[in-house]
């Protein structure tokens, strides 16, 4: 099975600042990743598919990058409603989809 | 809009069975694989299941490989989980989701709030 390894798992951060969430695949899943939000109590939303393309709605601060094995989520600007857990996912290789084990994003 | 209400959730005695239904509306059902993807509280997320959008294909996690059942009626726009000899570790919040493809198991892009099951004596 294919491991997802999520980098940092939590992070602390001011309004404005860039932020970037890494996630490591244990083997090549070309561009078959993932990105979603989940805020407290709240079902996770998609931000990114395929690695780079943003989802219809999501703000232009969010942004992903990589293939192969290496992949990063980037706010460019951080907001005070980007509070929120992410999550990375591939697809390459079913069963299983995958999910990394998630960033919780805070307000310093 | 796309909307996906999930139901059946409960506390159950472990050993003890649950099916999980998610009811679909806004899009084409036929047309879309769905998944089950289930969060222990405090937890991160795990896929659990995929079914594509005949039914032709169907994955479980090991986790839950011959234990739960996973189905849908395109007729009644409907999307199923039946879950027998349940253990606690099956506790979770088990959400439903559409997948971006006919195909089972690529990008779930919608999902439901979720139902919470609760496994226990």
């Known amino acids: 099975d294919i491991q997802m390894t999520q980098s940092p798992s939590s992070l602390s951060a001011s309004v404005g600042d860039r932020v970037t969430i890494t996630c490591q695949a244990s083997q090549d899943i070309s561009n078959y990743l993932n990105w979603y939000q989940q805020k407290p109590g709240k079902a996770p939303k998609l931000l990114i598919y395929d690695a780079s393309n943003l989802e219809t709605g999501v703000p232009s601060r969010f942004s992903g990058s990589g293939s192969g094995t290496d992949f990063t989520l980037t706010i460019s600007s951080l907001q005070p409603e980007d509070i929120a857990t992410y999550y990375c996912q591939q697809y390459d290789n079913l069963p299983p989809l995958t999910f990394g084990g998630g960033t919780k994003v805070e307000i310093k | 809009e796309v909307q996906l209400v999930e139901s059946g959730g409960g506390l159950v005695m472990p050993g003890g069975s649950l099916r999980l239904s998610c009811a679909a509306s806004?899009?084409?059902?036929?047309?879309?694989?769905m998944n089950w993807v289930r969060q222990a509280p405090g937890k991160g997320l795990e896929w659990v299941s995929s079914?594509?959008?005949?039914?032709?294909?169907?994955y479980y996690a090991d986790s839950v490989k011959g234990r739960f059942t996973i189905s849908r009626d395109n007729a009644q726009n409907s999307l199923y989980l039946q879950m027998n000899s349940l253990r606690a570790e099956d506790t979770a919040v088990y959400y439903c989701?559409?997948?971006?493809?006919?195909?089972?198991?690529?990008?779930?892009?919608?999902w439901g709030q979720g139902t919470l099951v609760s496994v226990s004596s």
């Open positions: 806004g899009f084409t059902f036929s047309s879309y694989a």
């Open positions: 989701a559409r997948d971006a493809s006919s195909l089972a198991g690529s990008t779930p892009d919608y």
């Open positions: 079914i594509s959008s005949s039914s032709t294909y169907i």
